[in-house]
């Protein structure tokens, strides 16, 4: 018999030759490169620096960024394109496809949007070839889903700047050659590029994670910062700006974590298949079981059709940040119950790591509060519906 797989409602059909394509190659990469490894990595709490070659050669880094970008060496995919290449990158390993949102969404995008011509033609060829690795520096210890709250500040020293605070919870910081971050000047938040080995900069890693160990994860100082005029991005006004770029991510992550969740039920669905209780009878011979499994792949399936058609919107220019909201929080939603019930599918086999249930499961829970948790994207759809702000 002739199974449907994670695509039940023939979903490929709606894709381009050259959609499917993307997907082939960023899903034998995954199958060849990261699969045999990552389970490792992840024991070993070790992000796989070895692959940024191997992506950036693939075009997986700053993928999305439009027609400006190919003159940096981009590959200027369209949205759907993109979406599949983090799918694919996350059925891999979450910590690989936020490597890839990190690099391009929250580093490539606003230098390309708001840096001068002389920071893209310094930085975006080297970021797109994995040549240099940037960070995302929003987050304080006393401001996460407020960053509005922000203590970081920047004063004018000359032609130049001072930067003094502290952000935390950063993805590829130490690794990072560089990092926008985010400060408040007199003029409102601004986005600042601080180069390696800049004084008074420093970074450090946040260890004992049980979540997104195949990650880098850090703590950025900057005591007395000393920065040029030429470090601020002349383009990023206030806190808008900074959102600008989480939103951008965001889109990433709403198709990236279907792959982790489409990981969970093929996992789920062969091992019920294959193991059998009571006389003999297969796992998923049973109502209670196959219940589970509908439900996974049906939510599979509408996380799909919701990436998809916000793909096509962002292609089409009419994709808005409270749709990207939806689109996160379901998606996470959805992917952490399917990681769920396939962990318990799997019985005690589920919690070890021979089976990569467990290891999705501890990083969803990280990708359901980063970038937006659930409850502010739900505020950003109630606002949306109600004309309400509700964050307070
Ligand atoms: C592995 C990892 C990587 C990360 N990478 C980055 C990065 O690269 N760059 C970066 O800047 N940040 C990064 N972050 C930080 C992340 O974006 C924040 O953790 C997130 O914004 C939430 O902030 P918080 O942890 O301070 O939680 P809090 O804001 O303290 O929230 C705690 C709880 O309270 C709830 N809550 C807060 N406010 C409200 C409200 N108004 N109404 C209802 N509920 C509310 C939240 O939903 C949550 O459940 C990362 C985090 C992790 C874990």
Same mark, same amino acid.
């Given at each position: 018999m002739d199974f449907p797989g994670v695509d039940y409602l023939s979903i490929d059909s709606q894709f381009s030759a050259q959609?499917?394509?993307? #997907?082939? @190659?960023?899903r034998r990469f995954v199958d060849e490169r990261v699969l045999p490894t990552i389970r490792d990595c992840?024991?070993?709490? #070790?992000?796989?620096?070895?692959?940024?070659?191997?992506m950036a050669e693939l075009g997986f880094l700053g993928a999305n960024l439009g027609a400006e970008s190919e003159q940096y060496g981009c590959a200027a995919m369209n949205n759907v394109e993109y979406g599949l290449v983090m799918q694919e990158l996350e059925r891999g390993d979450s910590g690989l496809r936020s490597f890839a949102s990190v690099q391009g969404a929250?580093?490539?995008?606003?230098?390309?949007? =708001?840096?001068?011509?002389?920071?893209?033609?310094? %930085?975006?060829?080297?970021?797109?070839?994995?040549?240099?690795?940037?960070?995302?520096?929003?987050?304080?210890? !006393?401001f996460g889903s407020?960053?509005? +709250?922000? #203590?970081?500040? *920047?004063?004018? !020293? +000359?032609?130049?700047?001072?930067? &003094?605070?502290?952000?935390?919870?950063?993805?590829?910081?130490?690794?990072a050659d560089v990092a926008i971050v985010w400060a408040r000047t007199g003029d409102g938040i601004q986005g600042f590029l601080i180069e390696r080995g800049a004084p008074g900069f420093a970074a450090s890693d946040i260890h004992d994670k049980w979540s997104m160990r195949a990650s880098v994860t850090s703590s950025l100082s900057m005591v007395d910062c000393r920065l040029p005029a030429s470090a601020a991005l002349p383009g990023?006004?206030?806190?808008?700006?900074?959102?600008?770029?989480?939103?951008? *991510?965001?889109?990433?992550?709403?198709? +990236?974590?279907?792959? *982790?969740?489409?990981?969970?039920?093929?996992?789920? #669905?062969?091992?019920?298949? @294959?193991?059998?209780? =009571?006389?003999?009878?297969?796992?998923?011979?049973?109502?209670?079981?196959?219940?589970?499994?509908? %439900?996974?792949i049906t939510e599979i399936t509408k996380a799909q059709l919701l990436a998809l058609h916000c793909g096509r919107l962002k292609d089409q220019g009419r994709l808005e940040a409270a749709h990207v909201s939806m689109l996160k929080r379901n998606n996470?939603?959805?992917?952490?119950?399917?990681?769920?019930?396939?962990? !318990?599918l799997l019985g005690a086999n589920g919690i070890t790591g021979e089976y990569p249930v467990m290891r999705h499961l501890? &990083?969803?829970?990280?990708?359901?509060t980063y970038e937006g948790t659930d409850h502010i994207h739900a505020l950003v759809i109630g606002e949306r519906v109600t004309g309400i702000p509700a964050y307070r």
């Amino acid at each position: 018999m002739d199974f449907p797989g994670v695509d039940y409602l023939s979903i490929d059909s709606q894709f381009s030759a050259q959609e499917l394509l993307v #997907r082939q @190659t960023a899903r034998r990469f995954v199958d060849e490169r990261v699969l045999p490894t990552i389970r490792d990595c992840y024991r070993d709490a #070790r992000f796989p620096s070895e692959l940024i070659p191997e992506m950036a050669e693939l075009g997986f880094l700053g993928a999305n960024l439009g027609a400006e970008s190919e003159q940096y060496g981009c590959a200027a995919m369209n949205n759907v394109e993109y979406g599949l290449v983090m799918q694919e990158l996350e059925r891999g390993d979450s910590g690989l496809r936020s490597f890839a949102s990190v690099q391009g969404a929250l580093v490539m995008y606003p230098i390309l949007h =708001f840096g001068s011509e002389e920071q893209k033609k310094k %930085w975006l060829p080297l970021l797109q070839a994995g040549k240099a690795v940037g960070c995302f520096g929003l987050t304080e210890p !006393d401001f996460g889903s407020n960053p509005a +709250g922000m #203590r970081t500040r *920047a004063v004018r !020293d +000359g032609e130049g700047w001072i930067l &003094n605070g502290e952000k935390t919870w950063i993805t590829n910081g130490s690794a990072a050659d560089v990092a926008i971050v985010w400060a408040r000047t007199g003029d409102g938040i601004q986005g600042f590029l601080i180069e390696r080995g800049a004084p008074g900069f420093a970074a450090s890693d946040i260890h004992d994670k049980w979540s997104m160990r195949a990650s880098v994860t850090s703590s950025l100082s900057m005591v007395d910062c000393r920065l040029p005029a030429s470090a601020a991005l002349p383009g990023a006004k206030g806190l808008k700006s900074a959102l600008a770029c989480l939103t951008q *991510a965001r889109f990433g992550i709403g198709w +990236g974590v279907i792959g *982790a969740a489409m990981d969970c039920y093929e996992t789920a #669905r062969s091992y019920t298949v @294959t193991r059998t209780q =009571f006389d003999g009878k297969p796992l998923a011979g049973h109502q209670l079981v196959q219940e589970k499994l509908a %439900w996974m792949i049906t939510e599979i399936t509408k996380a799909q059709l919701l990436a998809l058609h916000c793909g096509r919107l962002k292609d089409q220019g009419r994709l808005e940040a409270a749709h990207v909201s939806m689109l996160k929080r379901n998606n996470v939603s959805a992917a952490i119950e399917c990681a769920r019930l396939s962990r !318990d599918l799997l019985g005690a086999n589920g919690i070890t790591g021979e089976y990569p249930v467990m290891r999705h499961l501890c &990083n969803l829970e990280t990708v359901k509060t980063y970038e937006g948790t659930d409850h502010i994207h739900a505020l950003v759809i109630g606002e949306r519906v109600t004309g309400i702000p509700a964050y307070r």
